[in-house]
């Protein structure tokens, strides 16, 4: 119960404006605590080699999760169908992107089924897409979805690869409101071991935890994360609509103080994907771009963005599984349809 906060901290700085509102996520997880009991960490080494590990992460655009929230049946009908596939219970719950509310979530989704949490997560941070994953860079087969609403509708996908998995998970998300909980590459411990990045719940707690009792919570944030400052700055301009299941957009961060006379502009698809500057960019996916509170280092979702907000803005590197051919080809700024090469953020940035 006492992390949660600073699980939360941490999950929203990792969100990259993207995977849910992190307030609703730690409510949902204080509250099955109290009610379930509290939940185990584990590592993937501690599970049995034929244990079923479930990814689980709401999908749909940030802006309706916060107002449409998931119920308790959701979780509990999908390790229903995963047992009814599988001949077996679910033996550990895994959040399928460590960013945002799906980081917090998962610990309130494995108190209601009274199963742990893996310390481990397939992306690292928050993408906006289904196959945006490790799991599918690594080379498994995107051969199964699950999806429940809370309308208690259930629905199986059975994709021919990981990019249906995305068009036709969407779609089932869009017919639900634009909100759903979906658990995809269900798989055995065994299985897991290369294929999802380990120990990133422990890294969203360290994250959390580095600005309590700072003072100063943005330098305290940037060092534990090796941050660039991209800009610090106010919020003068916000775009922002939903459509497709998505939250799509630009937001302007003009700067001030030593910043002043700067303008960097944010292009958003639920997470931060690319910010420019000068018509140069400054960073780009798979890396993460970040937007804080300038003074308290709290991460701002992309859904809470407004103007006059004093913010700054932070990039860092992703992690190393996202820089090889199949990462880049799978969340590499192409891939979201921006014509740029590839460039690490280290060499975009020099502060």
């Known amino acids: 119960m006492n992390d949660i906060p600073a699980l939360a901290r941490g999950c929203a700085v990792l969100g990259t404006g993207g995977g849910g509102d992190v307030r609703t996520g730690s409510l949902a997880a204080m509250r099955a605590i109290r009610e379930y009991g509290e939940v185990p960490l584990v590592k993937l080494a501690d599970l049995a080699e034929d244990a079923?590990?479930?990814?689980?992460?709401g999908i749909g655009a940030p802006t309706v999760s916060h107002e449409m929230i998931h119920g308790e049946d959701e979780p509990a009908r999908i390790a229903e169908e995963v047992e009814r596939i599988f001949g077996r219970p679910p033996a550990a719950i895994m959040s399928s992107e460590i960013g945002g509310s799906n980081g917090v979530a998962p610990v309130a989704w494995a108190a209601q089924l009274g199963l742990p949490l893996l310390d481990a997560d397939g992306m690292g941070r928050a993408f906006p897409e289904v196959q945006m994953v490790s799991m599918y860079v690594a080379g498994l087969p995107a051969d199964l979805v699950i999806m429940s609403d809370v309308a208690g509708n259930v629905v199986t996908i059975r994709p021919v690869d990981g990019l249906w998995s995305e068009r036709l998970a969407r779609a089932v998300c869009v017919a639900a409101g634009s909100h759903?909980?979906?658990?995809?590459?269900?798989?055995?411990a065994a299985r897991a071991g290369g294929a999802v990045i380990e120990g990133t719940v422990t890294r969203a707690l360290e994250i959390g935890r580095s600005t309590?009792?700072?003072?100063?919570?943005?330098?305290?944030?940037?060092?534990?994360?090796?941050?660039?400052r991209l800009v610090t700055g106010k919020l003068t301009d916000v775009e922002r609509r939903?459509?497709?299941?998505?939250?799509?957009?630009?937001?302007v961060i003009e700067g001030t103080g030593d910043d002043r006379g700067r303008r960097l502009s944010l292009e958003l698809q639920n997470e931060n994907l690319v910010a420019v500057e000068d018509g140069r960019v400054r960073a780009m996916v798979p890396d993460l771009i970040t937007v804080v509170d300038t003074e308290t280092a709290a991460a701002v979702q992309t859904e809470s963005l407004r103007y006059g907000q004093r913010v700054t803005v932070l990039a860092w590197p992703c992690d190393p599984l996202w820089r090889t051919r199949?990462?880049?080809?799978?969340a590499g700024p192409r891939a979201f349809g921006y014509d740029l090469d590839y460039v690490p953020v280290e060499e975009l940035t020099h502060d």
């Open 180 to 188: 759903a909980l979906m658990a995809d590459y269900v798989l055995t």
């Open 52 to 57: 079923l590990v479930v990814p689980l992460s």
């Open 326 to 330: 199949k990462g880049l080809e799978t």
């Open 212 to 228: 309590e009792g700072a003072a100063d919570p943005l330098a305290a944030l940037r060092e534990r994360l090796g941050a660039s």
């Open 242 to 251: 939903t459509t497709g299941g998505f939250v799509r957009g630009t937001a």
